[in-house]
């Protein structure tokens, strides 16, 4: 046993293979059995062995190969492997031979069979109705490293090579594949279907759909084929996402001066799907949530989120799979980059949405968690294939988004648009780091972007700059912002712009030190004291940090806010950063709720979203920290949201703007969460009224979520009949959109009994896996109860949800509420023995922030006129 240890030792444990040989070519066959849930495949690898070895090392998982049928061709002579070692810790096969390998091409063939999975990773099943009959389809999703599943392979993402792809499947199914189709032949019951090889392409992006499928079609104007495929009789719901798809193609065509790559692009909507959506070569997987759009029942925030994912995932096309990151350290550039140009597509199809103003969101989700300490640098050491699904999160998206917009935004847009086009024609079909875009960018523009970039891609965090007025100076001092109220050590090239009481003087320069003060003098001819303009730092928001700003300096931009002189970004900025501070403990709570009643005429979407999502964040600490303010602090939102929930009124007005649809919703959510009596009388009249006619027009989508979770304020124990109700609808309903939205007002309901019963619906055989997550951010009277819930069913959920990113979302949903010292010690205790290397990083962040909450808890207890402030909020009269 020792020597069989011994065996092979210099290949396990490795973060990546050897490079003993280089895969060029692939032939692959596979047939799925979509009864017995089982595939069997034959693989032909062509390869350059480029050293002298007599082994073959490359990836494998959950796979046997057929021992006999291991061999390797090379001019005429045939070697026949002598061992063939699979390591399931390691996800490798070592094939050995008896002689050393001719040094050039060789063909290496072998046969294998594997499952299909229900574990929505690799080659795996998803089931769904049709005609009332159960049916199953197989699927493949291989980022990041999932192909070894299906097949033998060097699965790393600079291992590109063609991919000649044959599946044998059941002659009634639509069988797909990344490429066109090249002759199908029909043999009985089952059907031979061959593709065209495909362009140089990792293998993460392979792609394989087999099951039922109706299409829509269109042609870009060069005449690529786009299909959008969906469940049989949902193929009109495809539509809008066809038409997105085929103006982003021509769009991007533009952008980034190179045409699309292969001769059709189809997507396609797969009922069981762990993300939202998955970019593979010219076959497009997406959740159905994420392509699907109905008129009659998704709302507007289900349109731009289509819009938005497509465009993302369209954007990959070139960015990932024209040219690829060199390994998973440069995921983020992948992912970030995708993000920020989805917005540019989704801009220039519907400019009406003001579809940047809401790109704040994505960089507020990206300092939120930026500011733990359990952070990760954006540029992340990859050791193991394990550890790279932790890091598709919010700091590879979101605040890979914003610096790649911070950059944009301080070369300008043209520079950065000429530098891309050449970044890519430059690295086409093959793969590039990080540096690889620096040094294009610098190039192009003289500017010194490595070094600039490299504070914001290789160290975590960010900076908040403090700006203070003195005589006639500003002084700028940056530290590392942390929501735990410590502070950092990192430092940072820090893009500065500001503006002095309009937005037509403005200034920036690189802050490079810890400390600045800048002359304002010449801006104002008179002295910058006796005129007291605003001073707004960080102009619309594009640079990736905090401002926090001196008394008087707050007290300016209060005022410019109530006389409505600031654009929507630095409306959201100014009170965005101040809630993060006032959390940090940096800022009164006293003060962040007299900032926040400037706001109370306030028209925008995006300010008055953040602005509802940062009250019920602040209700909760209260009903923490004093509830015997809660009442008041209920009080004081209730009016705030009054003018703009008036102006706005139930119905839709005709040809009111998208924004203001998505905004209703919203409002009245929010009316309703904070107990707003005519509000909830009102929704539940509605409901009613739905409940006999699920055509009404009283309850439009844009009003169902508002409705739904203003009907379950009230549900209790003994009062449950709207709980059932919409149990009703969630079951008659085949709309996922539909689904998700009842499961995430279900949750609302405060009675821990119900939400008890609640949760173990969400792990029933009635809910699809991947929609579990949208059930768990339960109301704070339930918060308890879902913590003890989950830790009674943890073996449960970790055998359904295995080692994927969903399981981490268990974990932040139900620990991240709590605000005491005590109950983060307990979470620490029962995870003690349960640790996984994939659940670490979110654990301790949901740990941390746990300790955030209690620090904010402690600090609004010894705040002295809170009471008062929050009384004369609550009664002040307009």
């Known amino acids: 046993m020792a020597e069989q240890k011994q065996k092979h030792s210099q290949f396990r444990g490795q973060a990546r293979l050897p490079k003993f040989a280089i895969p060029k070519r692939y032939d692959l066959k596979l047939k799925p059995d979509l009864t017995a849930f089982k595939f069997a495949g034959a693989v032909e690898i062509s390869i350059d062995v480029v050293s002298d070895t007599k082994f073959l090392v490359l990836n494998a998982a959950e796979l046997s190969i057929k021992p006999n049928s291991v061999s390797f061709t090379s001019n005429n002579k045939v070697l026949e492997s002598v061992g063939i070692e699979l390591y399931e810790d390691d996800e490798i096969v070592v094939l050995e031979f008896k002689e050393s390998l001719p040094i050039g091409t060789g063909v290496l063939k072998m046969e294998f069979e594997g499952t299909l999975n229900d574990r929505m990773k690799g080659f795996y099943r998803s089931t769904y109705e049709h005609n009332g009959q159960k049916k199953t389809m197989a699927v493949t999703q291989f980022e990041p490293a999932d192909a070894r ?150 709302a507007a925030a289900n349109k731009q989120r289509v819009a938005v994912v497509v465009a993302h995932e369209l954007a990959h096309q070139w960015f990932g799979n024209l040219v690829t990151m060199e390994w998973w350290t440069h995921l983020w550039l992948n992912e970030g980059f995708a993000t920020w140009v989805s917005y540019l597509a989704v801009d220039s199809v519907f400019p009406d949405w003001k579809i940047w103003t809401q790109f704040l969101d994505e960089s507020t989700e990206g300092l939120r968690l930026d500011g733990l300490a359990e952070s990760h640098p954006i540029e992340v050491d990859i050791n193991h294939a394990g550890e790279i699904d932790e890091i598709f999160d919010a700091i590879s998206y979101r605040k890979g988004a914003s610096v790649i917009r911070m950059l944009q935004s301080y070369l300008g847009p043209e520079c950065f648009q000429r530098a891309l086009a050449s970044y890519i024609k430059r690295h086409a079909c093959s793969n590039a780091k990080t540096e690889d875009l620096w040094s294009v960018l610098q190039e192009e523009s003289g500017e010194p972007v490595n070094k600039l970039m490299n504070s914001w891609t290789k160290q975590k965090g960010y900076p908040v700059v403090s700006v203070k007025i003195k005589d006639q100076s500003l002084e700028f001092e940056q530290s590392q912002f942390l929501l735990s109220g410590s502070t950092g050590e990192g430092q940072w090239i820090v893009p500065i712009t500001l503006c002095i009481g309009s937005y037509d003087a403005r200034k920036s320069f690189l802050l490079q030190t810890k400390s600045e003060t800048l002359d304002v003098k010449e801006f104002l001819g008179a002295s910058i004291s006796s005129s007291h303009p605003w001073i707004k730092v960080n102009v619309d928001q594009t640079g990736f940090f905090r401002v926090k700003y001196d008394e008087d300096l707050s007290a300016r931009l209060r005022n410019a806010i109530e006389r409505k002189c600031l654009s929507i970004g630095d409306k959201y900025g100014i009170l965005d950063d101040y809630y993060s501070l006032s959390m940090a403990c940096q800022q009164s709570l006293a003060s962040l709720l007299a900032l926040m009643g400037a706001y109370r005429e306030e028209l925008e979407y995006t300010v008055l979203s953040n602005l509802i999502s940062i009250a019920y964040k602040v209700a909760r600490i209260v009903a923490d920290a004093a509830p015997e303010l809660l009442d008041n602090i209920k009080l004081f939102f209730i009016n705030l949201f009054q003018y703009s929930a008036e102006r706005l009124g139930w119905d839709p007005k005709e040809g009111e703007s998208h924004l203001d649809a998505m905004l209703r919703g919203e409002l009245l959510t929010a009316l309703a969460s904070f107990g707003h009596d005519m509000t909830i009388n009102e929704a539940n009249r509605r409901f009613r009224i739905f409940l006999d006619d699920r055509n009404t027009p009283v309850l439009p989508p844009d009003l169902r979520r508002a409705v739904y979770v203003a009907v379950m304020q009230n549900v209790s124990k003994s009062n449950r009949s709207n709980y059932d109700s919409l149990l009703r609808v969630y079951r008659e309903t ?145």
């Open 149 to 298: 599943r299906c097949f033998p392979c060097w699965d790393e993402p600079a291992c590109k090579a063609t991919f000649k792809i044959t599946l044998e499947v059941p002659s009634e199914l639509v069988a797909l594949s990344n490429m066109p189709v090249i002759e199908e032949i029909l043999n009985g019951d089952l059907k031979t279907v061959y593709y065209q090889e495909s362009p140089i392409m990792s293998t993460y992006l392979v792609a394989v759909v087999v099951g039922l499928f109706d299409y829509v079609e269109d042609h870009t104007p060069d005449g690529i084929l786009v299909r959008v495929y969906c469940q049989v009789g949902k193929a009109s719901q495809g539509k809008f996402a066809l038409d997105v798809a085929v103006k982003t193609l021509g769009l991007y065509k533009d952008y980034f001066a190179v045409p699309y790559s292969l001769p059709k692009l189809d997507m396609i909507a797969i009922p069981d799907f762990a993300a939202g959506a998955m970019e593979n070569y010219g076959l497009v997987t997406y959740r159905e949530t994420a392509l699907l759009y109905d008129d009659k029942h998704s």
């Open 734 to 878: 085949d709309l996922s959109q539909e689904k998700t939205r009842i499961l995430g007002s279900l949750c609302s309901c405060r009675d821990p009994e119900i939400i008890h019963e609640f949760l173990d619906f969400l792990l029933s055989s009635e809910v699809r896996s991947q929609d579990a997550v949208f059930g768990l951010s339960v109301s704070r009277e339930a918060r308890e109860t879902a913590w003890n819930w989950l830790k009674v069913n943890w073996d449960q959920i970790c055998k359904t949800y295995g080692a994927g990113f969903l399981i981490t979302r268990f974990i932040s949903a139900v620990v991240s509420p709590f605000s005491s010292y005590e109950k983060a010690e307990e979470v620490e205790e029962f995870f003690a023995s349960r640790m996984k290397p994939y659940i670490a990083r979110t654990l301790k962040q949901s740990i941390e922030r746990v300790h955030i909450n209690a620090a904010w808890v402690k600090s609004i207890q010894s705040e002295k006129h809170l009471a008062e402030a929050v009384k004369e909020l609550a009664f002040r009269k307009y």
